[in-house]
């Protein structure tokens, strides 16, 4: 029903920023929660960001708070994360998902999103 898409990763030097985009198809991504997760190899999914469907609720996770920022342009069915001052452990393929959201939900779990990307790869060199 959804369709999302990521964009904009790519080879960085540390100190460095990128701009991740989701675009979406199939549905308004204005009645979901969004959020970005990342997985490194050999690691588990780890959350990264997420915003609500008003764009009220925002959520980082510890390590990215002051760096990266989630935002939403509804206008474009798009969320944003833009990652400043990246460093070497950044290094990941990042993920976006997508939930209908009807009250409060979890955006830190990955087990609440019912749409995902395929993934853009963000690699950070020393």
């Known amino acids: 029903q959804v369709q999302l898409v990521e964009s904009g990763g790519g080879l960085v030097q540390a100190g460095g920023s990128l701009r991740l985009s989701c675009a979406a198809s199939?549905?308004?991504?204005?009645?979901?929660?969004m959020g970005w997760f990342r997985q490194a190899p050999g690691e588990e999914r780890d959350f990264v960001a997420a915003?609500?469907?008003?764009?009220?609720?925002?959520e980082y996770a510890d390590d990215v708070k002051g760096r990266f920022t989630i935002s939403r342009v509804n206008a474009k069915n798009t969320v944003i994360l833009q990652m400043n001052n990246l460093k070497p452990e950044d290094t990941a393929v990042y993920y976006c998902?997508?939930?209908?959201?009807?009250?409060?939900?979890?955006?830190?779990?990955?087990?609440?999103?019912?749409?995902w990307g395929q993934g853009t790869r963000v690699t950070v060199s020393s």
């Open positions: 199939g549905r308004t991504l204005s009645s979901y929660a």
């Open positions: 915003i609500s469907r008003g764009g009220v609720n925002i």
């Open positions: 998902a997508a939930v209908l959201e009807d009250g409060w939900v979890n955006m830190r779990s990955h087990r609440i999103y019912d749409y």
